[in-house]
């Protein structure tokens, strides 16, 4: 069983920036790859980025250059640093644990975390 929290979302203007945190509870953490997908209003969940082991990590292509995705294995949690925000990053974002599968689909992910809502003004 693994179990996750999100925090650190919040309002923030068009070209700020914000980090979410995701405390993960599990009894292997380090073997862990966590991912983050946002859900915007009215859409489905999507992929945002994925850690694997260490320093592996994926991004999506509209996040790729403007978040970062990293995680700490003394404190059992993985932040996503996003600078540069857009409106159309508004929405719930979720970490998760990857089961199997390609990384980029949530339904490869087992463990969600509840969700933190981001908030872009323009």
């Known amino acids: 069983q693994v179990y996750l929290v999100e925090s650190g979302g919040g309002l923030e203007h068009t070209g700020g920036s914000m980090t979410l945190s995701c405390a993960v509870s599990?009894?292997?953490?380090?073997?862990?790859?966590i991912g983050w997908f946002h859900q915007a209003p009215g859409k489905e969940r999507a992929f945002v980025a994925v850690i694997v082991g260490t320093d592996y990590v994926e991004y999506a292509d509209d996040v790729r250059g403007r978040f970062t995705i990293s995680r700490d294995d003394a404190k059992s949690s993985v932040h996503l640093q996003m600078n540069n925000l857009k409106p159309e990053d508004t929405g719930v974002y979720y970490c998760?644990?990857?089961?199997?599968?390609?990384?980029?689909?949530?339904?490869?992910?087992?463990?969600w975390g509840q969700g933190t809502q981001v908030t872009v003004s323009s």
């Open positions: 998760a644990a990857h089961s199997a599968g390609t990384y980029v689909f949530a339904r490869n992910y087992k463990y």
């Open positions: 599990s009894r292997s953490f380090s073997r862990q790859n």
